[in-house]
């Protein structure tokens, strides 16, 4: 995010612009200053969440999964650090990707996706996770982030557009004493004063403040062309490549007029040169009230988007604003909703407690970015696919699908979710599937306002069946929801992977059963032996489950409460990992239940109710222990490994006319709903050969296939062009020496 270049040319070329701030002594003015007025206003600080993350997670450990309880736990004294100094908080996360960033989007994950893989080797190689050099965050982080603040007491919104937009606005609405983040665009905003996250120091809450007015001083530009200048640069809505013919012009101007040495570094020649051009025209008396100056050497098309990229910096009452408004766009599936539940998507997403119902019904769009998954290894499906039915069935409970509903004009979903293959050429098209209820399908008005305990049982039974689980009702209220929700997700995922083994069941359930009598202290006391690249992808695909749990929850009216269905209340990274390596090596249950016969008990009832429901579904869980080899012990490569494809892995599933060997136009993934044996990391942000064969079945002419016969399968030519090799599943490899 931010205007390309120029948080560098503020940080690095001009100092003037960069001044230390205290926050102690910054909420003190703020409240003198308001004394005058009809009554004085808390100091607030309006915060960019999803610019905080890298700095918020501090954990050792993040590449097992996220260490979440110690994660909370800083969150906790990070937010005491403020109020303690009588400054408020209030926090803004992204809510959508807007379709003219949509690209930006995806060059950021594809370069993401190569850090992936750069992880994954090193984990191979070394059996340890990379140095601060190569991180990537948590899978999820984004997802749990606002929710675990609003278990801290915070305010927590949830942007419905641009989250640089929302952010600005507010601070300047309610006049903030400043907005704490790192991305540059908060100095084009006319807004409250940019603080900067990465320059804070906690302990004495100081930070850099980026001076609006001295930047201007500086490269001699008006305030009001500021974003031009922005656009002319580079943004998430001008793209560099769209602006080089006026930067190399600006360039050369430049350099002709400021010769080396006294030119500089490269990043701050740019500011410094398409800030003298854009300068210029502000000479010009008859340029003065246009967006986009005539003399500017643009197409008629380039004029176009330069007036949408400034328009997107335009706060309510600033002038044009209006011309930009899209306060009023229409919702996706309005007519598949009542208009209540409409308000109640866009109240409970700005409240950030609507994860993935506002997306889909409000926007009918929705997306998921980079998970830790391996995409040279093939044993394990990528967590987009292995959720698209439950997704499928949220759907079809979201938009009123009835089991016998014929309609011909059923509504599809956009998804965007990145997983190894999918070239996010385009979105794919996926369809609603009914939820197989024992009974009526229920409204939504019905699930999400109405009281009694027939609703009640009722939402639950919803939540059930979305994860086909549903003999798991005489489970509530007898154990834990923490608990109730890790057996469904863990069962859901045997029924959809069918290399999962029962040592890898042991480990998710033995961690969860364990986890809640563990305090964050002594889960970071954990030492792990070396790690597996196999764990840290399962560990990825149980937290990205818990945000289908999230999302299934709510479509459902919320049987459960929302704290069990977090992951400081069921999952930790490090521990898990833990649990998966002693689970392979085979110790007794007793050991891996840490001694405990509390433990142990509920562990051998969630593993008797699992194995019972898998089997009336034809899934035998076997046993396969795998040993992690030790560093510096080279894998021993191998041809076209292939592994079977669960029978049910999506039921009623849907597709956009027939797929061959698993493609969308040549290389991409089409909708299916297996992709054979793999691992993979997380979504805003983060890093990344072999003949491979997927099994893949055809889908039907577009409409709910019969959910009690399974896919065919058939076996698919390569999913890369030229044939590569991969690493073997090491029960296949020979043992270390």
């Known amino acids: 995010m931010g205007v390309k270049g120029l948080q560098y040319f503020m940080d690095r070329c001009c100092p003037d612009v960069c001044v230390i701030v205290n926050l102690r002594e910054m909420a003190r003015q703020h409240i003198a200053n308001n004394q005058k007025g009809c009554s004085a206003t808390d100091p607030t600080l309006v915060v960019d969440g999803m610019a905080c993350l890298f700095y918020w997670y501090s954990c050792k450990d993040w ?23 009588g400054i408020r908080l209030i926090f803004f996360f992204d809510g959508v990707v807007e379709d003219q960033k949509r690209q930006e989007w995806i060059k950021r994950r594809r370069r993401v996706n190569g850090e992936i893989s750069k992880v994954f080797n090193h984990i191979k190689l070394h059996g340890e996770q990379p140095g601060k050099e190569l991180v990537c965050l948590p899978s999820a982080l984004a997802t749990f982030t606002p ?106 101007t430049y350099r002709r007029n400021n010769p080396p040495p006294r030119s500089g570094a490269h990043q701050g020649q740019m500011v410094q040169a398409v800030a003298q051009l854009v300068s210029s025209f502000h000479s010009r008396e008859e340029e003065e009230n246009e967006l986009v100056p005539e003399y500017l050497n643009v197409s008629a098309s380039q004029r176009e988007l330069l007036k949408k990229g400034i328009y997107s910096y335009l706060l309510p009452e600033d002038k044009g604003f209006e011309l930009f408004d899209i306060s009023s766009l229409p919702f996706a599936f309005e007519k598949y909703v009542s208009p209540e539940i409409l308000k109640a998507c866009r109240e409970k997403h700005v409240a950030a407690e609507g994860f993935m119902v506002y997306s889909v019904v409000c926007v009918g769009v929705t997306e998921c970015s980079n998970s830790m998954e391996d995409e040279v290894d093939t044993e394990l499906l990528p967590q987009a696919l292995v959720y698209k039915c439950c997704r499928q069935r949220i759907y079809g409970l979201l938009l009123l699908l009835g089991q016998n509903d014929t309609n011909v004009d059923l509504p599809a979903i956009k998804e965007w979710f990145v997983f190894p293959g999918n070239s996010l050429k385009e979105p794919d098209m996926v369809y609603p599937v009914p939820v197989n209820l024992p009974c009526p399908q229920p409204s939504l008005d019905l699930l999400w306002f109405s009281t009694g305990p027939e609703v009640s049982a009722l939402r639950l039974t919803a939540f059930l069946s979305i994860f086909d689980c549903l003999e798991y009702s005489e489970l509530y209220g007898e154990i834990e929801d923490s608990l109730l929700a890790a057996l469904c997700l863990v069962t859901y995922i045997v029924l959809q992977v069918q290399s999962l083994s029962q040592e890898d069941v042991d480990a998710y359930l033995s961690q969860a059963v364990c986890l809640r009598l563990k305090s964050s202290q002594e889960l970071q006391q954990i030492e792990l032996p070396l790690l597996s690249s196999r764990a840290v992808q399962l560990g990825c695909l149980y937290v990205r489950g818990l945000s289908h749990l999230l999302g299934a929850n709510i479509a459902s009216g919320c049987p459960l409460t929302f704290s069990a269905l977090m992951p400081w209340h069921s999952f930790d990274g490090r521990f898990f990992h833990s649990k998966y390596l ?120 577009g409409r709910p296939s019969n959910m009690s016969q399974p896919p065919k399968q058939s076996r698919s030519r390569s999913y890369h062009n030229r044939e590569r090799y991969q690493l073997a599943p090491r029960w296949l490899q020979p043992p270390a020496p």
Not at 155 to 179: K, L, N, T
Not at 188 to 207: E, G, W
Not at 591 to 607: A, G, M, R, W, Y
Not at 666 to 678: A, F, K, L, M, V
């Open 63 to 85: 590449v097992c999964g996220g260490q979440w309880k110690e994660y909370v736990d800083v969150l906790k004294s990070w937010v005491e650090a403020f109020t303690s100094a």
């Open 147 to 252: 929710l675990a603040l609003r278990s801290l007491g915070q305010e927590v919104f949830c942007s419905v557009r641009e989250a640089d937009y929302e952010i600005a606005s507010y601070a300047r609405q309610h006049g903030c004493m400043g907005i704490l983040g790192q991305d540059s665009d908060f100095i084009i905003y006319d807004s409250a004063p940019y603080l900067s996250v990465a320059k804070l120091r906690l302990n004495s809450l100081t930070t850099v403040m980026y001076d609006r007015q001295r930047l201007c001083r500086t490269i001699g530009v008006a305030v009001t062309q500021l974003p031009l200048l922005a656009c002319l640069l580079g943004n998430d809505v001008v793209s560099e490549e769209q602006m080089q013919h006026i930067r190399s012009g600006a360039m050369a």
């Open 582 to 701: 002693l689970a392979h090596r085979g110790v007794e249950k007793t050991e891996l239940l840490d001694s405990n016969p509390s433990c142990l008990s509920h562990f051998l009832q969630l593993k008797d109710k699992l194995v019972e429901t898998c089997s009336k579904r034809g899934r035998v869980l076997q046993s396969r222990p795998q040993t992690p080899l030790p560093k510096t012990t080279p894998e021993v490569r191998y041809r076209d490994a292939h592994s079977g494809l669960p029978p049910n892995v999506c039921d009623g599933w849907r597709g956009r006319g027939e797929t061959t060997g698993g493609h969308r136009r040549g290389q991409e993934w089409r909708d299916r709903s297996e992709y054979e044996n793999r691992d993979r990391p997380w979504g805003r942000g983060g890093h990344r050969t072999g003949g491979q064969h997927f099994n893949s079945f055809h889908p039907n002419d």
